[in-house]
């Protein structure tokens, strides 16, 4: 069983920075590619960023490309995500999600069978 507790959620101004984390707990970590799901109210949950198990790979979604960077430490069991020049639409509940038996990268949520709470992030204009 794979545990996945997401932190650095907050209130920034448009404009500001965040770092999100996710550690996990039980199962292999470094056999797992990792991604972040965003959701915001009535929308589905679409991928800013993935990570193959390596680290060597990662993608992003378009509206976040140049803004936002993935990044993993396996000996810390964490996966992290540094978003930048927020924006008020980048406000969701923020989810990481594990996919444990990885064949390629996919920004497919259906892929990724772990999930945590979720970390609130709200940007204001």
């Known amino acids: 069983q794979v545990q996945l507790v997401e932190s650095g959620g907050g209130t920034v101004q448009a404009g500001g920075s965040l770092r999100l984390s996710c550690t996990a707990s039980?199962?292999?970590?470094?056999?797992?590619?990792m991604g972040w799901f965003p959701q915001a109210p009535g929308k589905a949950r679409e991928v800013v960023g993935a990570?193959?198990?390596?680290?060597?790979?990662?993608i992003y979604g378009e509206a976040v490309k140049d803004r936002f960077t993935i990044s993993r430490d396996n000996a810390k069991k964490t996966l992290y995500l540094q978003m930048n020049s927020l924006k008020p639409e980048d406000t969701a509940v923020y989810y990481c999600?594990?996919?444990?038996?990885?064949?390629?990268?996919?920004?497919?949520?259906?892929?990724?069978?772990?999930w945590g709470q979720g970390t609130q992030v709200v940007v204001s204009s």
């Open positions: 999600a594990a996919d444990t038996n990885p064949v390629l990268l996919t920004r497919s949520r259906s892929r990724y069978d772990y």
């Open positions: 039980g199962g292999t970590f470094n056999r797992y590619n």
């Open positions: 990570t193959r198990w390596t680290g060597a790979t990662t």
